[in-house]
């Protein structure tokens, strides 16, 4: 049955939005994230000054930026004003009697240009006059051609060399974060702190930046030259402002609170799209075909409506505000001609003003959109920075030895651990290896069996008991050390852009071709690897995703087999090789486990036969432990899961 | 090719005598359940996904047919159980356990057909074995075609069909293959038989 609308609503909104807010499900919960871009700062002033910390040694060229902009914005200002001197003296031509009436700026201008055109021309004529003012105004143009021009070079220098740096502190400090960090927080979150939350800083720190101060310096060089003018004419166009202010913000409130809506209507959209191409297979199986185009005409209906709503508000805005700035012009020309006619006004001024009372709305307009922008900037430099606070791996303890030659003789003693506090996922595991042996878990999915590896290369750091290597605490090993003695083949294998070559030998980096070779032959990597178009120079790209799955854990094993580890953890190392080849690498494995404290994961029981001992890990206990034959002896779980022939609780 | 996801380029798959090409695709469709080896599960409550398989399933019903997938258990023991939200496509249940809704929500549909694509990969031996005893006792009269790497999950079959590099190697019971195919007893052995 097709699902209604605010259904479908709720529920793909709920999937894109609520995602961060949910907890981890485990060590391997999370799905894809959809990391908000919007959003408010909770403490703007202190990411703003943590942000401002991130210019250090920008200084100098700061205030540069900040003298140019200022140098431009007053150039503008001074061009568009030159208009005055220059109709005052047409009209004095005309009319001579106007001169007395202009405003004392008018007057100062007008004499300034006229000992200019005295200085050049050797007479001061209407014409010579005129001409004069336009060399000034050419160079006043050039001058605010100039500094823009630096100021934006400059900007951007800046703001390039501020993103470098946060992008590499965040880098660096993902690097460090422990793996319970990633538990909780899907890639397509953390990916989009990098991409959208660092792309809304620099988009703040290139334009909102030079825009709000820009805005600013043109808003009060407006006023100034406006009440220099005519006070009368200035406090009519104030008047009016609030009616804009006010109106402006109504319609940009509604069109910002349909964008978000339209937002999330695409985000649902989206999710669907991306839900039903991927389960295509399923919904054709299932005749699912016309619910789904139902369904999907309900959230495209639901776009539509709020995608127009969104996008009239949004086209609105500009011609309303224009069309009162038309009225604010035409009473400030009424009003001014009626000052004209009294000799309170020059027409000089009154065609600059009517020019300031038309523009006088716009950096504010200006100041209060780059506002959002800036919220959107500092809220996501807040998740940044909130990234950047978050505690690291802890650092290695006082004092924690360099053990080189480590033989491999592990005990866990009364081992308990969870991966969320109150919920224990191991409970009081106690188990020893000694070197060279080889020591398997088995048990149903979420057993435990993954977590008990997990912490003996220290993922994660235990709660309870005490695990040691050659006696020595693992937390007063360092970990460098650690990790390099524990060669890992995982249930997930990642392998790397680069050659075939390049990744084994991520295994151990010192290791020659011959070795690398070696170590496939061993892992029966060699003959595939062989039959690959250029051998072990074949690139990897995207992850191998020119590899089967079972020649990635091949790949996997010989990069293990390449370290010279001497524990190894094999966490269902060979679940995606078919049970024959398995069986033909046998030997190769027999041969990499060879004198290494080896640890086996694996669903398949043949995988672990051959074992030291068996641990049958139930509900994070161990339930039954001993060789193959004994345990099948015990006729307990272990012998259920060997048969098959467990029976219906 | 069975429920025509995609088509043959030579021969005929027949279902009752019928080529499959001559039935309506969703006539075809509505008798098979399949299970695949990708699966997916949508966002939604558990109910919601499980009822794919029949809208009109009373709740009665999707409960025993995940009891039969050996799914109840674990969405009992959720806190919202069977109106559990699930993320999109599945994400917030383990492989394990979307593969016992997978297979729940196929049961739903009472197939006359029903197509497991090594749908039980993340599942425990056991737990296996469970859901075959159900197919078993719960859908006697369907036809249930199994496909899968594990012997133990084929072993019963009435038939098996052994393939490699896309060419059939061998038909026949398990005590059949074990005599006559050494492929199918290479396999065998290196999942139980080796040294017992």
Redesign the interface.
Known sequence: MPRNIDQLRAQYNSSASDKRNRGPSGPRGGGPGVGGASGKPKDAGKTLSRLVSYAKGYTGRIIAVLVCMVLSTVTSLIGGYMLAPVINRLTAAVAPETAEKLSLLEQKVGAYVGVLSNGIFGEDSVLNYISSAMIILGAVYLVGVATTYVQSRLMLSVSQGIIERIRNDLFEKLQRLPVRYFDGHPTGEIMSRFTNDIDNIDVMINNSLTSLISGAVTLIGTLVFMLTTSWILTLIVIAFFPIFAFGGAKIAGLSRKYYVSQQAALGAVNGYMEETVTGQKVIKVFNHEDECVEEFGLLNDDMRDKQFKAQFWGGVVGPIMGNTSQITLAVTIGVGGILMLNGLLGAGGLTVFSQYARQFSMPINQISQQMATVFAALAGAERVFEVMDTDPETADREGAVDLADMKGYVVLDNVTFGYVPGKTVLKHISLYAKPGQKIAFVGSTGAGKTTVTNLLNRFYDIEEGSITIDGVDIRDIKREQLRKNIAMVLQDTHLFTGTVMENIRYGRLDATDDEVIEAAKTASAHSFIMRLSDGYNTMLEGDGANLSQGQRQLLNIARAALSKAPILVLDEATSSVDTRTERHIEHGMDRLMKNRTTFVIAHRLSTVRNSNAIMVLEAGEIIERGSHEELLEMKGRYYELYTGKKELD | MI?R?YDCDGGQVLVDGVDVKDYS??NL??G???V?QK??L???TIA?NL???D?QADDETVRRMAEYAQADKFVSSFKDGYET?L???G??V???QKQRLCIA?ALL?QPKILILDDSTS?????????IR?AFREELPGSTKIIIA????SVMESDMIVVMNDGRITGIGTHEQLLESNV?YR??Y????G?NS
């Open positions: 429920p996801l695709l969703v469709r509505d098979i359940g399949m695949l699966n997916t949508f966002s939604g919601e009822r794919w398989g809208e939200m993320d999109q496509g994400n917030n383990s492989g394990g929500r549909k993340a599942v425990d031996t056991a737990t296996e074995a469970m005893r790497q594990r012997i133990t492929e290479e396999i052995e290196s999942q139980i080796g």
